[in-house]
Structures are given as structure tokens and as C-alpha cells.
């Protein structure tokens, strides 16, 4: 696969942004005080490492095979639907909502990337790669809630 010159320079953004991500999730799940915070942060960070390497094997011309089922449902609220857990530290509320905010930013910059991209394959990698990332949305927003940390 041979890509365009824009095509490329898109890769290397969004590569970009996902090594911030990877960072940032590793950093985060040191600091977050709550163990199943922690957990979700490093949960998070392993799909940010899947995501460079599927742009760097791009990257280098292959077009990642996407499994058909895609990625892996999330429970649903598994184990806490109804139970209000205890507030979290202030620590762990500020971790939470930056990076909510980051993966708003992640999910539009691969929004604009698509639309910049010929092959229909690439673009198909590239939805499945911002679905993930609005999947981490939505478990960090679940765990915002479960713990009375939205507004
Ligand atoms: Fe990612
Ligand atoms: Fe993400």
C-alpha cells in the first residue's frame, strides 16, 4: 500500500496521539487513588498500544485483517448498577474528566483523518479504531457516574 502524502502525515498524527494516550494512561493509573480506576486506566492504556501498533503496521504499507466481530462489548455496568459507590478522591475526579476530554479529542481527530484516506480498508481500520476510542469514552464516563462525579 502506498499512501499519499497527506496520508502519511495523518498517520504520523494520530500515531502521535496515541503515544500521548499510552503516556498518559500509564501516568494516570499511578496516580489514580481508587484500584478499580487504576485498573480501567491500564485496561484503557493496552487498546492505546494496540491502536499505534495497528497505525504503525500501516504505517509501514500493510492494512491490518479487522475481525469481523470487532472489539470486545464491555460489560454493561457489570457488577454496579444500582449501588452508588463511595465519592472519589478530587485526585481521581480531575484524572477522569482530562481524560474524557482527551478521547473527545482523539475521537475527532480520526473523525477528520477518515475522510482524508482513499482505501476503503484503511478507512474501515481507521472506524474501528475511533469506535474503540469512543468505547473508552463511555467507560470513563460510566465510572464518572457510578461514582458521583458528574454533574
Ligand atoms: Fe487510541
Ligand atoms: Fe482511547
Redesign the pocket.
Known amino acids: 500500500m502506498k499512501w499519499t502524502q497527506k496520508e502519511t502525515m495523518l498517520l504520523q498524527d494520530m500515531m502521535n496521539s496515541e503515544q500521548i494516550?499510552i503516556e498518559k494512561y500509564a501516568d494516570y493509573a499511578e496516580r489514580a487513588c481508587d484500584e478499580e480506576l487504576k485498573t480501567l486506566f491500564e485496561d484503557?492504556k493496552t487498546?492505546?498500544e494496540e491502536?499505534y501498533a495497528t497505525l504503525e503496521q500501516m504505517q509501514s504499507g500493510t492494512i491490518p485483517q479487522m475481525n469481523a466481530g470487532g472489539s470486545k462489548a464491555q460489560p454493561e455496568n457489570a457488577s454496579d448498577s444500582k449501588a452508588k459507590k463511595p465519592a472519589a478522591s478530587e485526585e481521581d475526579e480531575y484524572l477522569c474528566r482530562d481524560a474524557l476530554d482527551?478521547?473527545k479529542h482523539?475521537?475527532s481527530l480520526y473523525d477528520t483523518c477518515i475522510f482524508e484516506f482513499v482505501s476503503a480498508q484503511a478507512r474501515d481500520v481507521l472506524n474501528h479504531i475511533q469506535k474503540?476510542?469512543q468505547e473508552?469514552?463511555k467507560r470513563i464516563y460510566d465510572y464518572m457516574a457510578a461514582h458521583g462525579m458528574t454533574a
Open positions: 494516550c484503557i487498546t492505546e491502536h482527551t478521547e482523539v475521537s474503540e476510542e473508552h469514552g
